[in-house]
């Protein structure tokens, strides 16, 4: 065989299977990391632990499966699990590289569809895999704390019940609507949802669902419960809630009046620019249904905010998602 004949093989090879050969090439294939042996390097930094209960002295090695795979037995619960117990690959029999395709595709933004051509699993395996993901995502951004100059505004999206409703009991509390048709209620109504986001001058950002129509001190509390340091200034526009919050939260609060944008060295201009990526970003998911609509919120945050190169945001994807417990 030769090496033009290799190359013609290599060609008809799809992404995923190229990208393992490149793993291979540039690795001994001895030495690539299987995703078992990952996620027990990512979870078991400080000893192994029971994914059913956290417990780390009670867990033992407990034989193997017939695949090899090693099992742990938990003497404080009495369940037993595996490496992959309670992550986002629990379940699935697919392989690191393909874990590793789909997660590129992620921070590409690409559709579930493009996304499962791409890794050759089915559509609805691309969709159950994107928010395992950005639920592990999600856990992650719950701990985050913005602190120095805060600019604060909310954002508002038409309410959604997209979805397959076929196999529930769901019912409609209203006539259906086409996508991308405006709501029937003009101005804010609890036909808007409310999404309060936050962006600070060191890059990072926090943006959840608040409620619905016009938002209050007390909802603005409950978005923002311990995601502020002490010691920040918020800087808003005229909106009273802004006002109580602040006052209750003992938070310096300099508001811009109403059709200005800046104040000295105080403005909101990050955060408008911050809702205007927002709104481009979903504009091409044609509709989110407002159930998931703080999973893409994180998901935005990690491919606008994060600055990190296309191969470093992915190992950071990989490694805080498959190291985090799911809840169960």
């Known amino acids: 065989m030769t090496v033009s004949d290799i190359l013609k093989l290599i060609g008809s090879l799809s992404t995923r299977e190229q990208n393992m050969l490149r793993t291979l090439l540039l690795n001994d294939a001895t030495k690539v990391i299987k995703i078992e042996q990952l996620i027990t390097e990512a979870r078991h930094t400080n000893g192994i632990s029971c994914p059913h209960c956290g417990c780390v002295?009670?867990?033992?090695?407990?034989?193997?499966?017939?695949?090899?795979?090693?099992?742990y037995l938990c003497t404080n619960c009495g369940k037993s699990s595996?490496?992959?117990?309670?992550?986002?690959?629990?379940?699935?029999?697919?392989?690191?590289?393909?874990?590793?395709?789909?997660?590129?595709?992620m921070?590409?933004?690409?559709?579930?569809?493009?996304?499962?051509?791409?890794?050759?699993?089915?559509?609805?395996?691309a969709f159950i895999w994107r928010h395992k993901v950005l639920d592990a995502l999600t856990?992650?951004?719950?701990?985050?704390?913005?602190?120095g100059?805060?600019?604060?505004?909310?954002?508002?999206?038409?309410?959604?019940?997209?979805?397959?409703?076929?196999k529930s009991k769901f019912v409609m509390p209203r006539e259906p609507r086409k996508r991308g048709k405006s709501v029937r209620v003009r101005g804010l109504s609890n036909e808007q949802v409310c999404v309060p986001c936050a962006v600070s001058?060191?890059?990072?950002?926090?943006?959840?669902?608040?409620?619905?129509?016009?938002?209050?001190s007390i909802d603005l509390d409950k978005v923002y419960d311990n995601k502020i340091d002490s010691d920040a200034t918020l800087c808003t526009d005229k909106m009273n809630s802004y006002v109580r919050f602040?006052?209750?939260?003992?938070?310096?609060?300099?508001?811009?009046?109403?059709?200005?944008?800046?104040?000295?060295?105080?403005?909101?201009?990050?955060?408008?620019?911050?809702?205007s990526e927002l709104k481009g970003f979903l504009r091409p998911f044609k509709g989110v249904s407002t159930k998931y609509l703080n999973n893409y919120l994180v998901w935005?945050?990690?491919?606008?905010?994060?600055?990190?190169?296309?191969?470093?945001?992915?190992?950071?994807?990989?490694?805080?998602?498959?190291?985090?417990?799911?809840?169960?």
């Open 149 to 166: 100059i805060i600019e604060a505004d909310e954002t508002f999206f038409p309410i959604s019940y997209k979805g397959n409703h076929k």
């Open 300 to 328: 935005h945050n990690l491919i606008k905010m994060n600055k990190q190169s296309l191969q470093d945001k992915v190992q950071f994807v990989l490694k805080s998602s498959i190291s985090i417990i799911a809840e169960v």
């Open 139 to 147: 856990q992650i951004s719950d701990k985050t704390k913005l602190d």
């Open 107 to 125: 921070v590409n933004g690409f559709s579930v569809r493009k996304t499962a051509v791409e890794c050759e699993i089915h559509k609805n395996t």
């Open 82 to 105: 595996v490496a992959t117990t309670n992550s986002i690959t629990s379940g699935t029999r697919k392989d690191l590289e393909t874990w590793k395709q789909f997660i590129r595709c």
């Open 246 to 275: 602040a006052h209750r939260n003992d938070f310096k609060l300099v508001q811009l009046k109403s059709g200005k944008s800046k104040k000295g060295v105080y403005n909101i201009q990050r955060i408008n620019s911050y809702h």
């Open 201 to 216: 001058r060191n890059g990072k950002a926090f943006g959840k669902v608040a409620n619905l129509g016009r938002v209050s």
């Open 57 to 71: 002295e009670g867990v033992s090695r407990n034989g193997h499966r017939k695949d090899g795979t090693q099992r």
